[in-house]
């Protein structure tokens, strides 16, 4: 798949599901919602799908977990059938069953009598893993109001009027489009490996604006970029940084292939335009509140390195409990499910 972004975010308000709007029902020939607990073998299933669509030339976009980055959270293929993991936390079911979505339950294919077995331990491996996820989520909440507190001090002396000039003057070789069209996919995420950021936009970008960002002012720039495209009637892809999760990261504009972006690199420096935040922050205001804003941002990667240390022991528990699904399983006849599954599905 060479086309990968998270479809949701360990954010500092809690898990943050874009669900609804990337595998919506009303855009899809039909969705697929895979059922079944840690270790059942849904990222698998979901690879040897996508694997066997791309054999037969079809595109695959891959849509990855945010807490778990080397995992499948859902696939598109041709912009026409979605599979996803229906499971805790994204929960999502049939609604317009049969017609539009199927459920595939992968649960049916373990030993429940294996389980029940192992119930007692099984419900403290899951008593810890919400634990240390709940000390994650009270160190991502602080990030975000050490984030407010620096807005509330860089806000007032930035220069909006300027940034739009410059936002205006690179969008003006850009033709109106015919409607606008938004879509959401997340290049970012903060999850048991950590920071992981993918570069799928930046791949197919034909143009890149990088953002120089300055004490996480680039959203700023980045919102404007968004609101012309939307007066000019673009179709963009969307992506939100993963903890201030009302703040866009990228701003992908889909026609033209121009990537504006507060993150990331490419090799081929041709492509890119450098734009530094400090041209639009005065700097005799700036020089007020810098060493705040410093501290400001020292405090925010103290509460980023705790959220990864709290992820790191719900790594250790997840893949506790991921194993003991596993060993209740029967993965033959699980493998011969997933190979009917794909003839019916391919043909």
């Known amino acids: 798949m060479e086309e990968r972004y998270f479809a949701a975010s360990n954010s500092s308000r809690g898990f943050i599901s874009y669900f609804d709007k990337i595998f919506d029902p009303s855009l899809l020939e039909h969705i697929y919602i895979i059922k079944g607990g840690p270790g059942t073998g849904k990222n698998y299933f979901m690879r040897n799908i996508a694997e066997a669509a791309e054999n037969k030339g079809k595109k695959v976009v891959g849509y990855y977990c945010s807490s778990d980055q080397n995992s499948l959270d859902g696939i598109i293929i041709d912009d026409r059938i979605a599979v996803i993991d229906g499971t805790a936390p994204h929960d999502a079911d049939a609604d317009i069953p049969g017609a ?3 459920i595939v339950d992968l649960g049916v294919f373990w030993d429940t009598r294996a389980l029940s077995d192992n119930r007692e331990l099984i419900t403290k491996i899951n008593a810890e893993k919400k634990k240390h996820y709940s000390r994650a989520y009270k160190y991502l909440a602080a990030y975000h109001e050490i984030s407010e507190a620096a807005e509330k001090l860089v806000v007032p002396i930035i220069d909006i009027k300027k940034i739009r000039k410059s936002v205006q003057s690179i969008m003006k070789s850009v033709n109106d489009g015919k409607a606008y069209m938004q879509k959401i996919a997340l290049c970012d995420s903060v999850g048991m490996e950590g920071r992981v950021r993918f570069d799928s936009f930046e791949k197919k970008a034909s143009k890149i604006y990088r953002i120089g960002d300055l004490f996480d002012t680039a959203n700023i720039y980045l919102s404007v970029v968004a609101e012309v495209a939307r007066s000019k009637k673009l179709s963009v892809t969307l992506s939100y940084d993963p903890i201030n999760s009302d703040k866009l990261d990228a701003v992908f504009l889909d026609d033209e292939k121009i990537l504006f972006s507060a993150r990331g690199d490419r090799e081929n420096e041709a492509l890119i335009k450098n734009i530094s935040m400090a041209r639009f922050l005065p700097s005799c205001e700036l020089s007020k509140v810098r060493s705040r804003l410093k501290n400001a941002m020292k405090l925010r990667a103290l509460m980023l390195e705790e959220t990864m240390l ?3 022991e719900v790594k ?3 893949f506790r409990l991921e194993g003991l699904y596993k060993s209740a399983m029967d993965f033959e ?13 391919f043909g």
């Open 100 to 102: 539009v979505q199927d």
């Open 310 to 312: 709290a992820l790191s």
């Open 316 to 318: 250790e528990e997840h």
């Open 333 to 345: 006849k699980k493998e011969k499910f997933t190979e009917n599954f794909i003839k019916k599905l």
